[in-house]
């Protein structure tokens, strides 16, 4: 048995065929809905698709027209607040006379904060697998340094950098207990060091 069609075009195209069937066919003397009442029913859709199709395409053009009046709106208006700016020398007491005020300079960037829960992820033979959470104060995050040292002696040296808060390390030393952090990094200079872990590879 065949399905019952799923989309508009082929319930209109089966109404139709329904409508036509019935309407040559002397095998089908009395259905339950008329082949003039499936018609009307029909043609009441086939309008009433129409009248949708036909406002969706006055809805998309009056967004269009709203937004380039709304750009238009935003260009005349910028240009207002620079010429109040000029003439009043971006004194926000009179400023305010338009609930505006003077040009704030920029904020000027923050060292980040401490890296978070810096964990062993994955470790084998020279291998090493780092995981951390980035700070949540301070100042947003460039890049992050790896740093490591041997636990019982030496000074902290780079062992890599990471634009995410993962990284894989290779060829690192084997048989030694060394430590590794991480250091959140920007234009601003380097936050505090993270906890450190240990490992022996």
Same mark, same amino acid.
């Given at each position: ?70 750009? @238009?709106?935003?260009? =005349?208006?910028?240009?207002? &607040? *620079? ?6 020398? /971006?004194?926000? !007491? ?26 062993? @992820?994955?470790?084998? =033979?020279?291998?090493?697998? &780092? *995981? ?6 301070? /100042?947003?995050? !460039? ?59």
């Amino acid at each position: 048995m065949p399905n019952f069609p799923k989309t508009e075009a082929e319930v209109v195209s089966l109404a139709q065929s329904i409508i036509n069937g019935i309407t040559d066919n002397p095998d089908f003397p009395a259905p339950p809905v008329t082949p003039v009442a499936l018609q009307a029913s029909l043609n009441t859709f086939i309008g009433s698709r129409d009248a949708q199709t036909a406002a969706y395409a006055a809805a998309e053009q009056s967004t269009d027209v709203k937004q380039g009046d709304y750009e @238009a709106l935003i260009t =005349e208006m910028k240009m207002m &607040l *620079r010429y109040a700016e000029d003439a009043v020398h /971006g004194d926000d !007491s009179k400023l305010s006379a338009l609930n505006w005020g003077a040009r704030r300079g920029k904020t000027p960037l923050a060292v980040p904060g401490q890296v978070r829960l810096l964990q062993v @992820a994955q470790q084998v =033979e020279g291998r090493l697998t &780092l *995981r951390w959470k980035k700070p949540i104060e301070g /100042g947003s995050p !460039s890049y992050y340094k790896i740093e490591r040292r041997e636990r019982t002696a030496g000074g902290w040296v780079l062992a890599g950098t990471a634009s995410i808060t993962e990284i894989t390390l290779t060829n690192q030393e084997r048989g030694k207990d060394l430590e590794y952090q991480i250091i959140a990094a920007n234009k601003a200079g380097d936050g505090p060091p993270s906890n450190r872990v240990t490992v022996v590879l």
